[in-house]
């Protein structure tokens, strides 16, 4: 048994009092002899052991009054070990946007909110957090409105990073009891949980009544003849084979053509849409079903094409670059050295340096500044070259130096298929490939990675960050790679990286960068603006382009204009993630040492009794009253 006040206890030295009078009254009378009484011997006998008898009853009555009044007001109780310690909660409210599905017909997300604000003491103090939100010591009270009107997020954090947040919310103290609650749909990858062991886990699980969620997951397009797109729209999510699902699609808010889709066995199904080419599209396309809203809209944008800018400062044939950069999508301009214009390079989206045998210090140094700019740069050398100009250029690049020319055949057979110039390029890695070859090259010592190499592991291609360099001359009398088909996506990828353009659309919170062809003034800045929205995006400005990079921002799907000042320059386009699509859920009943309660209001009562303490100052109040009773009645009753 403890006690609330067991400083009162000292209070029990009262009970001395009672005893000494007790003692007093008990003291021994000096006994005087009459005449004639012996007859009455007898009754005084009789009289004075009743009278010793009351007064030992009068005295334990009155010792368990005052006993039993100071343990009374000592309150003891009886508790467990955790019900003597003081209590520190953390609740974690999953918000993303799985808890849209419903159940009851109300979202998982609000039927969570409801039930924590009906069920939890307004006077307990805790601390929240959700997949965007922390509150840290608050009651209920303080936080009902903000819980009332809380959002959606894509933010979902898996149970180890609950518990790595929730640590942190936690009091440093080892004498507080620690319990963790969880109110999630609990749709994670990984159900296992890790942490500090001195922390109790308790979850309600809440799911909805139907697992069927049908989303447009993702599209793209593929050009056909006749000045058409193939827009290809993929749908997931069916439970029945055959089932159809209007999808219609809008170019702003003009519907412009509406299909069905019809699943597989699979639950998946594509829809295909006619574009006309080359056409500005503010693309949405919709879906309506009863599962989660927030995959039910795709945007997505093509906006009018950019030509990306290509100069070739050559002694060579220019009549194959010609064919690699046709005019609908690149602005191809070729001059030798002696013609060319250094005031057209910082212009330039790339810059290719072809058969150039001695490169002078100017164009060195405008090459250097336009690279610093933001520009990309081919360097493919002759077989007579300088070598003293060209390792001092090629060295303000890196590690990057070309050692005496080898007049040895290589062939050219190791390929980079995971360099960013070849992904996606070929469906599987190839052996039987027809490689070209070489007659001489410069053996190169860089630290820049290798993206062709020749068959002895030495590298004919190399380069990264916007700088790419060819260890052997391409003309016909020293190679045929001209003519393997290696030379299209390597030179078309250099030419399209160095210009980022914007894709069909981006994902919310993934690292993107896109470029946008315009001259900012000083102290300019590009926004993204959405309705009332406006957000200014990471950027980094060049003399012709501004790149912009997507992850923190924006947080919302829908179409953005990207504008300067009140210039609307392009549109872009952003998706929520689809990762939570697909309505399947961890079985929780699996998860060692987690106490589990079907609702919130269970959970609350399970805590609750768990940490009860039994109080007993009543009682002793009762046996008090039952001593004063007592003590009347041995008064009246007892002669």
Known sequence: MQFKHPEILWALLLLLIPIFIHLFQLRRFKKEAFTNVAMLQKVISESRKSS??????????????????VIAFAQPFTASEDGLKPMETVIYLDNSFSMQAKTGGMPLLQKAVQELIQNIDEASVFSLFTNNLVFKDITIKDVQNQLLTLGYTQNQYSLKEVQLIAETLFAQDESYTKKLLLFSDFQFSDPTIAGDDSIE??????????????????????????????????????KTEGQNVPLSLYDGERLIAKSSATFDTNGKASVEFSLPDKEEVDGRLEISEPGLPFDNAFYFNINKPKAIKVLAITEADQSYLQRLFPSDEFDFQATS????????????????????????????????????????????????????????????????????????????????????????????????????????????????????????????????????????????????????????????????????????YFTVGEEERMDVVTILGKDNVLSLSKQEMEIIPRQQTFNTKVSLFFGDNP?????????????????????????????????????????????????????????????????????????????ALIQKYIA
Do not use: C
């Open 337 to 504: 050295l002696s013609q060319l214009n250094y005031s057209s390079i910082d212009t330039q989206n790339l810059v290719i340096l072809d058969n150039l045998q001695l490169l002078p210090e100017s164009l060195r140094r405008s090459l250097s500044n336009f690279h610093a700019n933001g520009g990309s740069l081919v360097v493919i050398p002759s077989d007579r070259i300088d070598l003293q100009s060209y390792n001092s250029f090629l060295g303000s690049f890196g590690r990057f130096a070309f050692k005496d020319l080898l007049p040895f055949e290589q062939q050219v057979t190791g390929i980079t298929f995971s360099h960013p110039l070849y992904q996606n390029v070929f469906e599987k890695n190839i052996t039987n490939f027809q490689f070209p070859r070489v007659a001489r090259y410069y053996p190169t010592t860089s630290n820049a990675p290798t993206i062709l190499a020749y068959a002895s592991g030495e590298p004919f291609l190399l380069g990264g960050n916007r700088f790419y360099l060819f260890s052997a001359s391409l003309t016909n009398q020293n190679s045929n790679f001209k003519n393997s088909p290696l030379i299209v996506p390597s030179f078309y990828n250099m030419a399209r990286f160095s210009l980022q353009a914007s894709e069909l």
């Open 555 to 631: 947080q919302e799907d829908g179409i953005f204009s990207i504008r300067n000042k009140d210039s609307v320059l392009q549109k872009v386009s952003f998706n929520y993630r689809r990762n939570e699509s697909k309505l399947e859920y961890n079985n929780m009943e699996n998860l060692a040492n987690r106490n589990g309660q079907n609702s919130v209001a269970a959970l609350f009562d399970f805590i609750r009794s768990e940490n009860e303490q039994v109080a007993y100052w009543k009682w002793f109040v009762i046996l008090a009253l039952v001593f004063a009773l007592a003590e």
């Open 201 to 238: 886990s308790h979850y309600v699980q809440f799911k909805p009544d139907s697992e069927e969620n049908i989303a447009i997951d993702s599209l793209h397009i593929d050009p056909r003849p006749a000045g058409q797109n193939n827009l290809s729209v993929i749908l997931t999510g069916a």
């Open 52 to 69: 010793i008898l009351k007064k030992w009853l009068l005295l334990l009555a009155r010792l368990g009054l005052i006993a039993a009044l």
